[in-house]
């Protein structure tokens, strides 16, 4: 009805989006990892008591999230590369558009995943400190063993549901012509002259991944709930 016609689909073609998709997946799993790292850092420095490094985190967090994404992967794109090539003598060699979209995406969500554990940190009862300081823990040795086990297991879900927006915000990349799972689908359509096909696989390809990673996160709410 919709004459739509896949049947130009080959196996080269799905080579070439898992390629694709392999990209969006080094992006998003180090997005995740360093946002996670220096989230958590930046959370613990924005409850810090030091007036300079709160000011720093607050001011970080206000910055990336006050500014559009694309806005952030073009600029680091136009840096990027330059700061490399001053620092390592052989940046020349690299893949300067995979490195601009690691360091902004990972930049760029530190100052969300900061926002979550600082909610999480903050829903941990006091008492908790109170009770590791009573057991002679140091006040970081408190903080790495009892207050943020529990913060990430009270914010999992949110964590989680944070990831699969990143996931989806990948497809940004494009503004920087990384090849990713959907500039990889987009190409291919063009190519062929099969866009409208194209953004229909693209399409359901998210809908299946973002929907099976939504329904394990309604699972570990429900299974936390009932615990």
């Known amino acids: 009805m919709l004459g739509l016609d896949f049947s130009f689909i080959t196996p080269a073609t799905w080579g070439m989006l898992w390629h694709g998709m392999t990209v969006t997946l080094k992006v998003t799993a180090t997005a995740l990892v360093v ?15 030091w007036r300079p490094v709160q000011l720093f ?21 136009l840096i990027v590369p330059q700061m490399l090539q001053a620092l390592f003598w052989q940046a020349a060699t690299w893949d300067t558009r995979m490195m601009s979209a690691l360091v902004g ?16 940190i903050q829903s941990v009862p006091r008492g908790q400190l109170s009770a590791a300081s009573a057991l002679g823990m140091q ?29 989806q915000d990948t497809s940004l990349v ?7 799972f959907f500039t990889s ?22 809908f299946v991944i973002c929907y099976a990673a939504s329904e394990g996160v309604r699972y570990l709410s429900r299974k936390r709930a009932t615990s």
């Open 139 to 167: 006040p970081m040795q408190a903080m790495r063993l009892v207050v943020l086990p529990q913060a990430f297991r009270n914010m999992l879900p949110l964590l989680l549901t944070q990831l699969i927006v990143l996931f």
């Open 185 to 206: 689908a987009e190409n291919i359509g063009e190519r062929d002259g099969r866009i409208e096909e194209m953004m229909v696989v693209a399409a359901v390809s998210y």
């Open 35 to 49: 946002g996670l790292v220096w989230g958590t850092m930046l959370a613990m420095m924005r409850l810090s008591r």
């Open 174 to 180: 494009y503004v920087i012509s990384l090849a990713d």
């Open 105 to 120: 995406f990972a930049l760029f969500e530190s100052a969300y995943y900061a926002e979550i554990m600082r909610a999480g």
């Open 57 to 77: 985190a607050r001011g970080y967090v206000n910055l990336f999230r006050s500014i559009p994404l694309p806005m952030v992967l073009l600029g680091f794109y």
